[in-house]
């Protein structure tokens, strides 16, 4: 069983960036795919960003790509989320998740990933 921890978040002005990390405890993190998913106070938890065991495949929603990029250190058990020209509408708690798998595959629905991190609160100010 994997343990998820998120850091990163914090109040930033529109237009800036923040950088989340994901560090995972508690299982062989190369098996996991990896993704990240945002709750906006009042909405369901939503698709962001995922990446495959080996980092090769990424998938990204359409309301954060070229803004936002993912990426994992597999020797440091840790999944990142870049985040650039962060918009109010970005404002949400973000959560990291991991699917055990053994194929190479990036995954985009919440209920197909077996752990989840507490969140990290994320607030862009306009």
């Known amino acids: 069983q994997v343990q998820l921890v998120e850091s990163g978040g914090g109040l930033v002005q529109a237009g800036g960036s923040l950088r989340l990390s994901c560090a995972a405890s508690g299982g062989t993190f190369s098996r996991y795919t990896m993704g990240w998913f945002r709750q906006a106070p009042g909405k369901e938890r939503e698709f962001v960003a995922a990446i495959s065991r080996t980092g090769g495949l990424t998938d990204y929603a359409d309301s954060v790509k070229g803004r936002f990029t993912i990426s994992r250190e597999n020797a440091k058990n840790t999944v990142y989320l870049q985040m650039n020209s962060l918009k109010p509408e970005d404002t949400a708690v973000y959560y990291c998740?991991?699917?055990?798998?053994?194929?190479?595959?990036?995954?985009?629905?919440?209920?197909?990933?077996?752990?989840w991190g507490q969140g990290t609160q994320v607030t862009v100010s306009s």
């Open positions: 998740a991991a699917d055990w798998t053994l194929r190479i595959i990036v995954v985009v629905t919440a209920t197909e990933y077996d752990y």
